[in-house]
């Protein structure tokens, strides 16, 4: 299966894992990246610059395909190193980056003196635009179903995507709500060169998570997630557990004046808590509204191979008949 994404990125298939705080470690990645996906590795988890060398090295013993690094740009004061983080990065090879959060206009030229292709994970067309304009050689459009933040636009993939293909000219991927192969038949259909997937990966025998999430993912349906800081200006989809829900209840109390030391407790720091420690109640943790779809741990590879095979077998039947 041949997109532009796949020819972008030296892939068999245009399938890839998008960063995840706590989850986006090496086993993860090399397990993507070897089913024929492109796999990413989050950079913030590691605490330092040193450590996301290791974790590039330890993915590169475990893989010789391609693989990437996320860098998300926060809105935080104490800004992590991101030039260090960035020389780790270009010291280890890694070819691919998948930046978010803010505008990385300050380190595209970093990027592109070393040879690093850029993919921008982006929530609306006029972002996707400005990725476009400032030299991003792709985009991962990330619809208002996604898990994490899905911007404060509100726009479901199936208007956002045709609307990029409308105005964009480099290849995009399909990221928020991907699951399957039909997820990927719809995407294509749609103008995107393939799908990014975030939560579905979670629920994989690779995932470097608790037991415990990869439970409480299939226990879930599409109903129970739920948007937070909105009035912040930084919403983010999370599975609803009791944290969140008391989060929910802090912002309807305080509404406009809700300041995110009000949330904190249940926000800051809760994801080694929840990924590691498996402690489900802790706190607020990125999950999309595609966990309705979520009914198994496969493999990394067997989930791969499914979502080609069911796309294959869609591709192939004659189930409309003009
Ligand atoms: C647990 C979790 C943590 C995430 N952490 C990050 C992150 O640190 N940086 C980032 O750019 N995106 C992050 N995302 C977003 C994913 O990369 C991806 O864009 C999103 O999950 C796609 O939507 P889906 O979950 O419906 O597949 C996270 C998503 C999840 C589920």
């Given at each position: 299966m041949q997109t532009k994404i796949t020819e972008l990125f030296n892939i068999?298939?245009?399938i890839i894992q998008g960063g995840m705080h706590y989850v986006g470690f090496a086993e993860l990645a090399a397990a993507v990246s070897n089913a024929g996906g492109l796999g990413i590795i989050t950079a913030l988890t590691q605490p330092s610059a040193d450590d996301l060398k290791k974790e590039i090295l330890k993915c590169k013993e475990l893989t010789d395909n391609p693989i990437g690094v996320n860098l998300t740009f926060l809105p935080s004061l104490a800004a992590p190193d991101y030039p260090a983080y960035i020389q780790a990065i270009i010291d280890c090879g890694v070819k691919i980056v998948e930046t978010a959060g803010r505008n990385p206009e300050p380190y595209m030229e970093y990027f592109k003196n070393n040879g690093i292709k850029v993919i921008h994970k982006c929530t609306s067309v006029r972002h996707s635009l400005k990725a476009e304009k400032i030299g991003c050689d792709a985009v991962s459009v990330d619809g208002f179903e996604c898990g994490g933040h899905p911007g404060e636009?509100?726009?479901?993939?199936?208007?956002l995507l045709p609307r990029a293909a409308d105005e964009l000219t480099i290849p995009f991927v399909a990221s928020g709500g991907m699951a399957d192969g039909r997820s990927l038949m719809a995407a294509l259909s749609l103008g995107a060169s393939g799908i990014n997937m975030g939560t579905r990966f979670m629920a994989t025998k690779e995932a470097p998570i608790h037991q415990n999430v990869k439970e409480a993912l299939i226990d879930a349906s599409e109903l129970d997630t739920k948007l937070i800081m909105r009035s912040l200006r930084n919403t983010e989809r999370v599975l609803n557990n009791k944290a969140v829900e008391e989060i929910v209840n802090t912002e309807k109390k305080l509404g406009t004046k809700l300041n995110f030391s009000d949330i904190e407790e249940q926000v800051a720091g809760v994801y080694p808590k929840v990924m590691?420690?498996?402690?489900?109640?802790?706190g607020a943790w990125s999950c999309g509204?595609?966990?309705?779809l979520i009914n198994d741990i496969p493999t990394v590879k067997e989930l791969i191979d499914r979502v080609i095979e069911q796309a294959k077998d869609i591709h192939n039947s004659n189930k409309v008949i003009f």
């Open positions: 068999k298939y245009p636009d509100d726009v479901p993939n199936m208007i590691q420690d498996g402690e489900m109640d802790i509204m595609v966990v309705g």
